[in-house]
């Protein structure tokens, strides 16, 4: 990918269509690198890199849960939030269906179809965060106010290390 010419996602799209200020950050896609494979490329703390996680409750309802790249979700905390059996994560093609984005690209901006977004909430107190911009090998930093304006997540407590 050319690293001066962000591709046109759909999370591109959407944050341009919000007026969301944001920097493009293409990086070295590794299947299963995950956000540490960013932190190490440019530099930054994993925990301001952010994960986009399309999971489903007991009903196969999905959501996103928007968390640190040094975190894990407690899905069973987030169950007892949302009053439901059981979270877990959606398996790859199912996660795609849902949200539009192939596993590894996966953007809270521009989902195919509204999702329910829970965002751990000590997210919210960093002041700049790199987030998924809809592509493997993409990211996007902002600020979380303007996805807290954009995206209306509910802010839920749910990390473990």
């Known amino acids: 990918m050319s690293h001066d010419k962000a591709p046109m996602t759909p999370a591109v799209r959407e944050l341009k269509r919000t007026g969301v200020p944001f920097t493009e950050h293409p990086y070295t896609y590794v299947e ?84 329910p977004v829970y965002i751990e909430e000590t997210i919210l107190e960093l002041p700049r965060i790199y987030i998924n911009g809809g592509k493997r090998g993409f990211l996007v930093g902002l600020d979380p106010k303007d996805l807290m304006r954009v995206l209306k997540p509910t802010s839920v407590r749910v990390g473990i290390v």
Do not use: N, W
Request: hydrophobic share 40%; net charge negative; proline share 4%.
């Open 32 to 115: 299963h690198g995950g956000t540490a494979m960013f932190a190490r490329e440019f530099g930054v703390d994993e925990h301001v890199v952010v994960k986009t996680l399309v999971m489903e409750d007991d009903a196969k309802r999905p959501l996103v849960v928007l968390m640190h790249g040094d975190r894990e979700v407690s899905t069973k905390e987030l169950a007892r939030i949302l009053d439901v059996k059981t979270i877990q994560s959606c398996a790859p093609e199912t996660a795609e269906r849902h949200s539009g984005y192939m596993v590894g690209g996966t953007s809270p901006f521009g989902l195919r179809k509204a999702l």
